[in-house]
């Protein structure tokens, strides 16, 4: 089984509707994040976590909602789809080490 | 202006050629600095770190950071197909955050 797993990994929904992305890790890692890639841009931050009671916002934060349901589980969710969320979307976990990120294999989310 | 600069490419080479991408940063506060690659439906794997300024060596990789001008490359020698791939810089903002900042990535095509 893969470190951190990202479930569904592709999803097409329709603009309006609430959609729930869910990862989880078996790093033993404190901390969570979320990030989403445009082409061109690179990986932008949306959330992170530091423990169950911990929730923090990233750079892109709205629109998006987050839950950190166990130290293992981290979830994202988008209220009210709308097109410009469609993108690709990594949840990633650290060791609080400068080099210790683990990626998850990404959710392709398309909103019509 | 982005935190982080980073030429989104294409950049396209002929096998065995010498590799050189680059980056750019604006704050001081970055201190870990990382290059991830990734393949096309993949999540972002961690290819080399560094903390200092200076070079390091892996194989055929070589991180250089050179703090003073805030300007950090990566250089791949005798180049493969396989190391076809986007690749990002990124960096650690060591504040309470300790957040991963990434630059847009440079897509990467080694011919045979």
């Known amino acids: 089984d893969a470190d951190v797993t990202q479930t569904p990994r592709n999803r097409i929904t329709k603009t309006g509707k609430r959609i729930m992305l869910e990862c989880s890790q078996t790093k033993g890692h404190d901390r969570m994040y979320w990030y989403r890639q445009d082409p061109g841009l690179g990986l932008r931050l949306i959330y992170y976590?530091?423990?169950?009671?911990?929730?923090n916002k990233g750079e892109i934060s709205d629109g998006y909602s987050v839950s950190r349901q166990a130290q293992a589980k981290f979830s994202l969710s988008l209220e009210s789809a709308i097109p410009n969320q469609t993108a690709l979307y990594f949840c990633?976990?650290?060791?609080?080490?400068?080099?210790?990120?683990?990626f998850g294999s990404g959710t392709r989310l398309t909103v019509v | 202006q982005k935190e982080v600069e980073q030429d989104p490419g294409p950049l396209s080479v002929p096998e065995g050629a010498i590799v050189s991408l680059n980056c750019t940063y604006s704050n001081s506060a970055f201190q870990y600095f990382m290059w991830y690659r990734q393949y096309s439906r993949k999540g972002p794997e961690l290819l080399m770190y560094?903390?200092?300024?200076g070079n390091k060596e892996d194989g055929r990789f070589t991180a250089q950071v050179d703090k003073s001008s805030k300007y950090i490359s990566l250089f791949i020698r005798d180049s493969q197909p396989s190391d076809s791939a986007t690749y990002l810089c990124?960096?650690?903002?060591?504040?309470?955050?300790?957040?991963?900042?990434f630059g847009s990535g440079t897509r990467l095509l080694v011919r045979p």
């Open positions: 560094t903390y200092s300024s």
């Open positions: 990633a976990t650290s060791d609080g080490q400068g080099y210790g990120y683990t």
């Open positions: 976590s530091f423990d169950v009671k911990d929730i």
């Open positions: 990124a960096m650690i903002l060591m504040d309470s955050s300790y957040k991963l900042i």
